[in-house]
T-cell receptor
Framework: GENVEQHPSTLSVQEGDSAVIKCTYSDSASNYFPWYKQELGKRPQLIIDIRSNVGEKKDQRIAVTLNKTAKHFSLHITETQPEDSAVYFCAGAGGYQKVTFGTGTKLQVIP | ETGVTQTPRHLVMGMTNKKSLKCEQHLGHNAMYWYKQSAKKPLELMFVYNFKEQTENNSVPSRFSPECPNSSHLFLHLHTLQPEDSALYLC??????????????FGSGTRLTVV
């Protein structure tokens, strides 16, 4: 089955700096890679996703890149703000019953 | 609350109790899921339902049993749980079409404590 590894497990950045979270996957059949943000005590929320037919996608301060050859994808947050502090989960999916999540990255943005 | 609603938000139960978790989605999605979230572990898929078929994760103990009476409601029936079953149980829904994935909408979860 799919195995998704996520690094780092914790990340602290100064407000205004960029944050990068990286994930690798094992199943070459995976074709959908969503990212979820979970604030303390709240539900995970989809913030951005990318499909295997594109290499990069942006949404304001958030971007995701995908390297199919190397089987890794990354989340980039620019100009970080305190409200970006949360746990971020990556996932890889090859079908709706085949979603595998990473272990999460706790991001702390220091004002 | 719109989207995906879970009740109760918190539940404390003894190991001999029987309780049920409820999930309701108001999004018209055709797939619903139960996930278990424990500290320092990935989200673990427990069960998947959609209007066409049910899928069980074979590693889920029989003390957890799902029920999906219609495409909007999902239950997780609990009985004779163990303390290690204490976790946040998340319900999610999505609109799935064939082999194409779409993102999940999660509920707020039920924080379960087994004593």
């Amino acid at each position: 089955g799919e195995n998704v590894e996520q690094h780092p497990s914790t990340l602290s950045v100064q407000e205004g700096d960029s944050a990068v979270i990286k994930c690798t996957y094992s199943d070459s059949a995976s074709n959908y890679f969503p990212w979820y943000k979970q604030e303390l005590g709240k539900r995970p929320q989809l913030i951005i996703d990318i499909r295997s037919n594109v290499g990069e996608k942006k949404d304001q301060r958030i971007a995701v890149t995908l390297n199919k050859t190397a089987k890794h994808f990354s989340l980039h947050i620019t100009e970080t703000q305190p409200e970006d502090s949360a746990v971020y989960f990556c996932a890889g999916a090859g079908g709706y019953q085949k979603v595998t999540f990473g272990t999460g990255t706790k991001l702390q943005v220091i004002p | 609350e719109t989207g995906v609603t879970q009740t109760p938000r918190h539940l404390v139960m003894g190991m001999t109790n029987k309780k049920s978790l409820k999930c309701e989605q108001h999004l018209g999605h055709n797939a619903m899921y139960w996930y278990k979230q424990s500290a320092k572990k990935p989200l673990e898929l427990m069960f998947v339902y959609n209007f066409k078929e049910q899928t069980e994760n074979n590693s889920v103990p029989s003390r957890f049993s799902p029920e999906c009476p219609n495409s909007s409601h999902l239950f997780l029936h609990l009985h004779t749980l163990q303390p290690e079953d204490s976790a946040l149980y998340l319900c999610a829904s999505s609109q799935e079409g064939g082999s194409v994935n779409y993102g999940y909408t999660f509920g707020s979860g039920t924080r379960l404590t087994v004593v």
